[in-house]
Every structure is written in structure tokens, then in C-alpha cells.
């Protein structure tokens, strides 16, 4: 199973069309990778709040040569040009001390010593979604909740987002979906948040910001917290990096727990 994922990982390097695909989602590419094999997880949002979970379970490993198909955590990199909204990074282990991961707007291979020299502290290594087991072959996550929950996250989601009631056929793929697997909770808010009809509505900033708040956190924006997130958008971050930082959150986890997923 591992070893599958690190074969899709590895066929994305000098892919053009990959590098664009997950420029800024180091850790969404390994999540994908892992969605070939399977296995299924709601995101950790970034490299160190994944170090800081797995840790929290007891299964963060701290030695610097991780097995292939394992997660690997980078922290905060020292120089800014690298990495300025401080969301650190993430890769996959290909064994050997060698990691593949989207970085730099390429899809590439490196030593970890050598990333490490530039600037990211290594954090460790973990098994994906260790909560449910040490190894790769115990993951299977689903949704658990029920089909009235589930419809009530869908319904919100359309209502919130796209501001409009959800149409059947729309509401029914979203939710069989989470209830088979094939889909999480912040998948399907992306697939809902970063749709054409979403982007249709051209929103701007100070609304997009607006919108993340309520749909990802069920409640209005904190000044302080929507100046953040402004400042990084001002600075040249994309909304989907910025919707990537809400889905990272302890927030947004326990919105999506709520609904059983």
C-alpha cells in the first residue's frame, strides 16, 4: 500500500501540469497520493500542525531516516524568502533519506539533509492518519456520521458557500461520498468553496475572507484573525493557500466532528 503511494508521487516529478496542480498544497499532494491506495483523511493543514497531532497520539518519530510511504513534517523555515506565511512543509518518504514533495512551484526529489540546510527544521516522520493504527495496512477512515448529519454539512455548505438551497443530485453525490469514503469533510469543502460556481460569484477579498469564516468555523470573523488573513492575500497568497490554512485548524476539526465526520 505504501508503496503505491510513493509510486504516484514519484510519477508527478517534472510533470508540469502536477507542479501547478498542488504549487502551495505540499501536504494535500500527500494526502492525494495516499487517496490512490485507499486510504482517506480529513488533512492536517500544514507540516508542523501534523507533527503536533501525531506527537499529541505518541506516533511522531523523531529519527532522521523514515521508511518509504511515511509522512515527513518539516517546521517554520528560518528564511522567510522560503517560506513567508510560515506554514513550514511536507513530503513523502521514499526511503533512503530521501523525500519526493511538491515545493518551489516544482515537483521534485531531495535529500532531507539538504533540505534541511536550507533552512526547514525536520520535525519527524509518522504513519498517515495514525490515530487509527502504527501501520499503513490498519488505516481506513470513513465518515461515522449519520445520513441526516451528513445531509445537514452538505445542505450548509450550499446554503453558506454558494448561497443557494443544494440541488438532489448535487446534495446526493456530495453525501454518498463521505458516507463510501471516497470523499472527506474538508474534501468536499473544497469542492464546494473553490468551485466555478463559488469563484463565479467574485467575491473580494474582505468577502472570501468573510464567507471562510462562516462556512469553515460556523461563525462570524474576529478582526484580528481576518487582518491575517488580508495581509496575507495583499502579499501575494492565493486564496487557495488561505483556504488551506482555515482547514488546517483545530476549528475546522472539530466543526467537521460534529457532523460525524
Known amino acids: 500500500m505504501a508503496q503505491t503511494a510513493v509510486d504516484w508521487m514519484v510519477n508527478q516529478v517534472g510533470?508540469?501540469?502536477s507542479a501547478s496542480t498542488w504549487n502551495g498544497r505540499c501536504l494535500a499532494m500527500v494526502r492525494a497520493a495516499y487517496e490512490q491506495t485507499g486510504v482517506y483523511?480529513?488533512?492536517?493543514?500544514?507540516g508542523p500542525i501534523a507533527a503536533q497531532k501525531l506527537a499529541a497520539g505518541g506516533y511522531l518519530h523523531t529519527d532522521d531516516n523514515p521508511p518509504a510511504g511515511t509522512l515527513v513534517m518539516f517546521g517554520v523555515c528560518s528564511n522567510s524568502k522560503y517560506d513567508p506565511y510560515g506554514y513550514g512543509h511536507a513530503a513523502m518518504s521514499i526511503g533512503g533519506g530521501k523525500i519526493v514533495h511538491a515545493y518551489a512551484g516544482v515537483i521534485r526529489i531531495d535529500d532531507i539533509s539538504k533540505f534541511v540546510s536550507h533552512g526547514y527544521p525536520y520535525l519527524g516522520w509518522g504513519v498517515w492518519h495514525a490515530e487509527y493504527g502504527n501501520t499503513m495496512e490498519n488505516v481506513q477512515a470513513s465518515a461515522t456520521g449519520d445520513a441526516a448529519q451528513l445531509a445537514d454539512f452538505v445542505e450548509r455548505l450550499y446554503t453558506v458557500a454558494l448561497n443557494r438551497p443544494s440541488d438532489a443530485i448535487g446534495k446526493a453525490a456530495w453525501i454518498a461520498s463521505l458516507q463510501n469514503g471516497t470523499k472527506t469533510g474538508a474534501d468536499t469543502v473544497w469542492g464546494v468553496v473553490l468551485s466555478d460556481e463559488f469563484k463565479d460569484r467574485n467575491l473580494s477579498d474582505n468577502d472570501f475572507v468573510e464567507v471562510l469564516y462562516k462556512t469553515l468555523f460556523d461563525r462570524s470573523s474576529d478582526s484580528i484573525g481576518k487582518e491575517n488573513?488580508?495581509?496575507q492575500l495583499n502579499n501575494g497568497a492565493s486564496r487557495e493557500t488561505i483556504f488551506n490554512g482555515f482547514v488546517g485548524s483545530d476549528e475546522f476539526a472539530e466543526l467537521v466532528r460534529s457532523f460525524g465526520l
Do not use: E, P
Not at 483523511?41 to 500544514?46: C, E, H, V
Open 229 to 231: 488573513w488580508l495581509n
Open 41 to 46: 483523511q480529513s488533512g492536517y493543514g500544514t
Open 15 to 17: 510533470s508540469a501540469s
